[in-house]
């Protein structure tokens, strides 16, 4: 791995981990199950992909970095939440995320729907006070941002395709569309966010509109050859469900040969995207290249 990277994915791991352990302290009565609920999927597992995003781009931008680490806490909040919801019986019904037992199994169903919901609300607060911004202006376009790519029009939307996608036949125009609403869109408020704080006009941002486009796919191009190739281990979590819920990925309409290198064109689109920017991008490159290069 690229030291640039090793560096930051080391780094926003340990700065995310903080953030998460101050921002949310134990309350000494019988709340306490639910935040502790709360810590145990936020602290301690993920790859931080959205935050390294996030502060990769506002850095670019020299935004201060306990503010864009803020957002990425509010991001990665969102991400938690979701990977708790998207776990329980009533969806994949999954028991490990991460190497260790989901949340469900750890406390009980009702913990997990409430430590989700929990985290959904939580990444709101984050971002609208002003500790993450003095700019009012700025905190709403924070909030309206990951407010849209957290629901119908995004994530939650792209994850009620996939559920269709049990009992239907997608395309592979449909597969893209989904993948763009389920993973992309998260991907693309992570840059969209660092690129906010560094009070980039949006139209400014059509290139780390593209970049962060072409990641999100390769990125679940990259998810669903690991599902059909890898090793459980190393992904910390059950592989080949996709297979057996009889669902369409860009693997089983493309194949393996032809998805992999889909998903290294899209790399290399992605980083030709950053052709404006100097070494201050290297990060955002290397993220690229990462993204169809690891194994869980």
Known sequence: MDSLLADGLGRI???????????????????KRLVEAMRYAAIGGGKRLRPLLLTATAEMYGVDRDAALRAGVAIESIHVYSLIHDDLPCMDDDELRHGKPTIHKA?????????????????????????TSGDPFTRIELVATLAGASGFQGMAGGQMMDIVAETSTFDLQTITRLQ????????????????????????????LRGYAR???????????LIDHEGDEKAAGKAL?????????????????????????????????????????????RALARYIVERDH
Request: no cysteine; hydrophobic share 45%; aromatic share 4%.
């Open 13 to 31: 791991a340990s700065d995310i981990d903080t953030a998460f352990d101050q921002l949310l302290p134990l309350p000494e009565d019988p709340r």
């Open 214 to 224: 072409d990641i999100g796919l390769a990125f679940q191009i990259a998810d669903d």
């Open 107 to 131: 406390y009980d169903e009702a913990t997990a729907v409430l430590a989700g919901d929990a985290l959904h609300a939580f990444a709101f607060e984050v971002l609208s006070d002003v500790a």
């Open 180 to 207: 763009q609403l389920k993973t992309g869109a998260l991907l693309g408020a992570s840059v969209e966010m660092g690129a906010i704080l560094g009070k980039v006009p949006p139209e400014g941002r059509t290139h």
């Open 240 to 284: 080949r469900k996709d297979a057996e819920a009889g669902k369409e990925t860009f693997v089983s309409l493309l194949g393996p040969d032809r998805a992999r290198a889909q998903a290294r064109m899209l790399v290399d689109q992605a980083v030709a995207q950053l052709a404006s920017h100097g070494v201050e991008a290297d990060l955002l």
